[in-house]
């Protein structure tokens, strides 16, 4: 009997039952997905689509995110200069669909006018004085942008245009969205590192472009449909313009 005991008792070994590390090392793996590489927030996803679907979905995703879409360590906005300024252009547009036409051109004209002038607010809140950072010009401009561009998107579905002002509009339209996108390209080529300063400039570039085409082929639409409707040049303080 002796002789069984210990044999027993070292069969019932406690420290056999208490060595879990086998059993644990799958649950650890699972809290470490993508084998330890963080997931990118949807801020800083952009300019990784590759289908208008993709481009879309992420969009809509960060709508209401407050979140800045720089990554973190790139370089200081400029104050002044072309990008600084480009958001004035929206601005500039909301006073030309004002002042030029004696007639509204298609229905909202006035309404389309006076949001031009709140973009113009937020995409410089957004793209200057909150570069970066966190902030309400954030959720702010991603919202009026957001509805903006769906309206003219709906202006092209609805209105009936002669084919020039198709041309003008899908033009516009297309070329917008690619300097758009290729600016986030630039932006996040390394996310989420901080761009180089040579695509950190690129970024600036493209950037500021998609501010100038949009309101620009919209003010050659405008100016186009006004002239085939017969809504000519007025000022409502003389009656006449010289633009």
Same mark, same amino acid.
């Given at each position: 009997?002796?002789?069984?005991?210990?044999?027993?008792?070292?069969?019932?070994?406690?420290?056999?039952?208490?060595?879990?590390?086998?059993?644990?090392?799958?649950?650890?793996?699972?809290?470490?997905?993508?084998?330890?590489?963080?997931?990118?927030?949807?801020? /800083?996803?952009?300019?990784?689509?590759?289908? *208008?679907?993709? #481009?879309?979905? +992420? @969009?809509? &995703?960060?709508?209401?995110?407050? =979140?800045?879409?720089?990554?973190?360590?790139?370089?200081?906005?400029?104050?002044?200069?072309?990008?600084? /300024?480009?958001?004035?252009?929206?601005?500039? *547009?909301?006073? #030309?669909?004002? +002042? @030029?036409? &004696?007639?509204?051109?298609?229905? =909202?004209?006035?309404?389309?006018?006076?949001?031009?002038?709140?973009?113009?607010?937020?995409?410089?809140?957004?793209?200057?004085?909150?570069?970066?950072?966190?902030?309400?010009?954030?959720?702010?401009?991603?919202?009026?942008?957001?509805?903006?561009?769906?309206?003219?998107?709906?202006?092209?579905?609805?209105?009936?245009?002669?084919?020039?002002?198709?041309?003008?509009?899908?033009?516009?339209?297309?070329?917008?969205?690619?300097?758009?996108?290729?600016?986030?390209?630039?932006?996040?080529?390394?996310?989420?590192?901080?761009?180089?300063?040579?695509?950190?400039?690129?970024?600036?570039?493209?950037?500021?472009?998609?501010?100038?085409?949009?309101?620009?082929?919209?003010?050659?639409?405008?100016?186009?449909?006004?002239?085939?409707?017969?809504?000519?040049?007025?000022?409502?303080?003389?009656?006449?313009?010289?633009?």
């Amino acid at each position: 009997r002796s002789g069984r005991t210990p044999s027993k008792a070292r069969g019932r070994s406690p420290g056999r039952k208490k060595s879990p590390s086998k059993r644990q090392s799958p649950s650890r793996r699972r809290k470490s997905p993508g084998n330890g590489k963080a997931k990118l927030p949807p801020t /800083l996803r952009a300019g990784k689509e590759r289908s *208008l679907y993709a #481009f879309l979905k +992420l @969009r809509v &995703s960060i709508i209401f995110e407050e =979140g800045s879409n720089v990554p973190p360590g790139s370089p200081p906005i400029p104050q002044f200069g072309l990008y600084a /300024l480009s958001s004035i252009s929206f601005a500039l *547009l909301g006073l #030309f669909a004002f +002042l @030029r036409f &004696s007639c509204p051109v298609f229905p =909202g004209h006035k309404i389309e006018a006076a949001v031009c002038v709140l973009q113009s607010l937020v995409s410089w809140g957004n793209d200057v004085y909150s570069f970066g950072t966190a902030s309400k010009w954030k959720l702010a401009d991603r919202m009026v942008a957001s509805v903006n561009v769906a309206w003219q998107v709906v202006k092209l579905l609805w209105l009936s245009m002669a084919p020039l002002e198709y041309v003008v509009w899908i033009g516009a339209i297309l070329a917008a969205l690619a300097c758009f996108q290729k600016g986030q390209e630039c932006l996040h080529s390394r996310a989420p590192k901080a761009p180089t300063r040579a695509n950190f400039d690129a970024f600036l570039y493209w950037h500021a472009a998609w501010h100038a085409i949009l309101p620009s082929g919209a003010a050659a639409w405008m100016y186009l449909r006004g002239e085939r409707l017969g809504c000519g040049c007025a000022a409502p303080w003389t009656g006449s313009c010289g633009f």
